[in-house]
């Protein structure tokens, strides 16, 4: 089962499990995730449409091998409504954690973590073990939901990852301004508009491929020495919001140079995670670089604007 499935990451999960012949469910209720997204499976699975904050609809399909488990709100919506992304990311994956407890305890959960529930870093890379003091209600709510994964892990016995994913890009990623900083940047520079980098540019950050992200998910299931632990998932390669932006306006068939606003609300300065764990234990190994993946994204960016 794959919750979230019609979103970014999930409908790519969603393909690979379909390609893979696996028997598919997709919980969604498209506040966020699109029905084109499952375009190309939307005839090998169930697709059910409920929200995960319903949990007798949890309970009625989580008899299943693995729950990948991905519907979420993201940082910006957050902040314009704590209490849905409370319900969502907290409460959404405490309805998953007790119908696997009271159903069907054989259950794998992968669950969809974030680099921002350690906030600010007090050290580079940060590893597994960084504090976690998240500046956002997002990385609160996610902090919440990993915490009560491990309580179930821990009191009974479930068998539950946690990926702690970093700055995803891909196709079907959001565009719009909620959407991430990538995507943004590719719809403006097609438009022939500049990128606004929010802050004075130097945040770092991981940005780490969809598919090595699907990945990732993947060997969280078949791993099962990996099961009750948390992985940051993240690519190797560091890049300033300012090299992103003049990557991006490289490939503008028209000369754009950034332009500078405020500081997003909530964002956080350096992404730089260790992998080394994920490495170890998984045997997660990213693929796909930055200047590989921004063709593909502009590419498909360009059928979605019907440019």
Known sequence: MVTGGSGFIGSHIVDELVKRNCETTVIDDFS???VRNLEQSKKSITLIDKSITNKKVIDDNVNVDVVFHEAACNLVSSVRSPTTDLMVNTKGTLNILESIKERSRKTVLV???TGSIYGEPLYSPQDESHPCHPTSPYGISKLAAEQYVNFFAKEYGLKVVSLRYYNVIGTRQNYNDDGGVVPIFVRRMLKGE????????TQSRCFTSVEDVVKANILAYEVDKGYGLAFNIATDEVTTINELANLVCFLSEKPLKPVYAKPRIGDIHDFAPSIRLASNVLGYSPQH????????IVEWMKCELRL
Request: net charge neutral; no cysteine; hydrophobic share 30%.
């Open 111 to 113: 669950f969809a973590s």
């Open 289 to 296: 670089r930055l200047k590989d993946v921004l063709p593909q």
């Open 32 to 34: 966020n995730g699109r």
């Open 194 to 201: 500049p990128p606004v980098i929010e802050g004075d540019g």
